[in-house]
C-alpha cells in the first residue's frame, strides 16, 4: 500500500481524477499531517479538493497512519534540517516505517 503526501492528493482531487489512485492501488497511506494539510486547512480555507479527500478518508480508502514516537521525533528534526514541509517529512518515515 503506497504512502502519499498531500501534492498528488491535492492535484489529482483539483482535476477530478483522486478516484485513479483507488483504481491503481486500493488504499492509500497517509500520515495525521497530510490529512490536517489537505483536509482541516484546506476546508478552513473553502477549497474543494479538501471536500473531494476529505470523502475518500471517510469511505476508506484514504488510511490515517499515525507514525511512531520514534519516526514522529525523526521527521521533525529531518523537516527542519531539509527544510521541507512536515507532511512530506511524515510520509517519508510513514514509508520507511510501513517498509
Do not use: C
Not at 482535476?15 to 492501488?25: A, E, S, T, V
Not at 474543494?48 to 499515525?66: Q, R, Y
Request: aromatic letters at 10%; a negative charge; glycine letters at 8%.
Amino acid at each position: 500500500m503506497p504512502v502519499s503526501n498531500a501534492s498528488p492528493l491535492i492535484y489529482l482531487a483539483k482535476i477530478g481524477l483522486l478516484g485513479y489512485l483507488k483504481d491503481f492501488y486500493e488504499d492509500v497511506q497517509i500520515p495525521l499531517e497530510v490529512k490536517e494539510e489537505t483536509v482541516d486547512q484546506g476546508m478552513k480555507r473553502g477549497y474543494s479538493d479538501a471536500f473531494v479527500i476529505k470523502t475518500a478518508i471517510e469511505e476508506g480508502w484514504i488510511k490515517i497512519e499515525h507514525l511512531s514516537e520514534d519516526n514522529a521525533k525523526r521527521a521533525k528534526i529531518y523537516a527542519e534540517v531539509t527544510r521541507i514541509h512536515i507532511g512530506e517529512a511524515q510520509a517519508i518515515f510513514l514509508a520507511l516505517q510501513k517498509g
